[in-house]
């Protein structure tokens, strides 16, 4: 079945430490997305990409830095600079740019990150 | 840049009842996607509805239905018959459309609301 994996569900952070947190779509999306989501807050854009090789800063991308070598894959790594990092961070992904009427966004299971 | 509302954080309604969760939302763009998105306490997003602004016919899907008044830039669900199941976190959302030339494609939620059903 075709969908959007994240991966770790849950994930801790040292004080000084950079993590990863890896999102997999095997939908053949063109764009993917990062969005933090912390109590109160709604959900935040934190960085997207509409192709491969290409990404833009969403609104809170301080701190936090990503990837698009491949089609199928977005990995966003949350840096020592990012001071409060803990917070649930949803992936999601939709059809780009194109002749489709389907742009409903898929989101991932999300990942919880809480720091040690 | 476009901003979603959702001034009530939270909402109860009784079971089989029926209720309405607001949102507003500010652009200057003619052409664009409304969404309300559910988030039930396992936190996966789930599409319920989705409303197109050139459509003036309002979006229905099955007990739940919007209200899309574009002049007062205004978008609220309505959920008939109430169900336990309901009870979630509900996030209106924002974009426009890939079709619009030069379009960003990012999608702008609202901080949501939190609705408890009754039973």
């Known amino acids: 079945d075709g969908g959007i994996t994240q991966s770790p569900k849950y994930l801790f952070r040292k004080e000084g430490q950079n993590v990863t947190l890896s999102c997999e779509q095997n939908?053949?999306?063109?764009?993917m997305y990062w969005y933090r989501q912390d109590p109160g807050q709604g959900l935040r854009l934190i960085y997207y990409?509409?192709?491969?090789?290409?990404?833009q800063k969403g609104d809170i991308a301080e701190g936090y830095s990503v990837s698009r070598e491949k089609k199928e894959s977005f990995p966003l790594t949350v840096t020592s600079a990012q001071k409060n990092p803990t917070a649930f961070y949803l992936c999601?992904?939709?059809f780009g740019r194109g002749p489709t009427t389907n742009e409903k966004l898929f989101f991932g299971s999300g990942t919880q990150l809480s720091v040690l | 840049a476009q901003t979603v509302t959702q001034s009530q954080p939270e909402m109860s309604v009784q079971e089989a009842e029926t209720v309405t969760l607001s949102c507003t939302y500010d652009?200057?763009?003619?052409?664009?996607?409304l969404f309300w998105y559910k988030q039930p306490p396992s936190r996966q997003m789930i599409l319920v509805i989705r409303?197109?602004?050139?459509?003036?016919q309002n979006a229905t899907e099955n007990r739940f239905s919007v209200n899309f008044q574009k002049a007062a830039k205004s978008f609220s669900l309505k959920i008939s018959d109430s169900q336990l199941g309901d009870a979630a976190m509900y996030f209106c959302?924002?974009?426009?459309?890939?079709?619009?030339?030069?379009?960003?494609?990012?999608?702008?939620f609202g901080k949501g609301i939190t609705l408890s059903v009754r039973p």
């Open positions: 939908l053949n999306h063109d764009a």
């Open positions: 999601a992904s939709t």
């Open positions: 959302a924002y974009r426009q459309p890939f079709r619009v030339q030069g379009a960003n494609s990012k999608l702008t």
């Open positions: 990409s509409q192709i491969v090789n290409d990404f």
């Open positions: 652009t200057s763009e003619s052409d664009y996607y």
């Open positions: 409303q197109e602004a050139y459509k003036q």
